[in-house]
Structures are given as C-alpha cells and as structure tokens.
C-alpha cells in the first residue's frame, strides 16, 4: 500500500516502451514538467495498452516497474483538459490502471479508440 503522501502522475502521451530509466526521467521533465527524483510516481503507457512503467526515485536510483498484460488492456485515466499531456490519480486509481480491464471481444477496438 502506498502512503497517501505518494503523489502519482500518468502521463498522456504515449512513450516508446524501450524507454530506460533516464530517457524516462527526461520525459518526466520535458512532457509532465515535474522533477523525476521528488519521490512522486511516474506512470508511462506505451502506444498499445497492454503494456506500462511506472519510474520512481528511491533515495540513491530510480527504480522501474514494466508490466505486460495478455488477457487484459490498461485504461488510462481522462484528463479534464484535453491537451493536457499528465493526470494525478490517487493510490485506488492507479491500482485499479496496474490491475487493468479484461479484454473483450466486442469491446477492445472500442477501447483501444477511446486511449487514443
């Protein structure tokens, strides 16, 4: 469980999934315009929503979390300006993006349209 303290931020424009730990941090500064060593969540999806990493300052590094769904999409939060190009979510919100939506026949491509 993450402390109500831990401020996470997802961020709207999609990143090359072979993104690393400092080109990461760039696009922490560059596109979400915060500091990527504040001890804040920076979650990352990639072109196709099955796949996301989280990038994180953990006192002396930056530690990556890259997970990769099968059976299920990740559903990135709406953003109430669209041009926004980050949202905060709370601890809920993102261990409901980490669990993601089950992929369903009738509604993937309806989903997959509503992410981009």
């Known amino acids: 469980m993450l402390?109500?303290?831990?401020?996470i931020f997802?961020?709207?424009v999609p990143q090359d999934m072979r993104r690393s730990f400092d080109t990461l941090a760039l696009a922490t500064r560059?596109?979400?315009?915060?500091?990527?060593?504040?001890?804040a969540l920076f979650v990352f999806v990639?072109?196709?929503?099955?796949r996301i990493k989280v990038l994180?300052?953990?006192r002396n590094g930056y530690c990556l979390l890259y997970k990769r769904l099968h059976a299920a999409l990740f559903v990135?939060?709406?953003a109430s300006d669209p041009a926004?190009?980050?949202?905060?979510?709370?601890?809920?919100?993102?261990?409901?993006l980490l669990a993601g939506v089950q992929k369903q026949?009738?509604?993937v491509k309806r989903l997959t349209r509503a992410l981009h």
């Open 84 to 96: 926004a190009a980050r949202v905060q979510i709370d601890a809920t919100a993102f261990a409901e």
């Open 10 to 12: 997802v961020c709207l």
């Open 56 to 58: 994180w300052w953990d």
């Open 30 to 39: 560059e596109v979400l315009k915060e500091d990527p060593q504040s001890g």
């Open 46 to 50: 990639g072109k196709r929503p099955t």
């Open 105 to 107: 026949k009738t509604s």
């Open 3 to 7: 402390p109500a303290s831990v401020r």
């Open 76 to 78: 990135v939060p709406n």
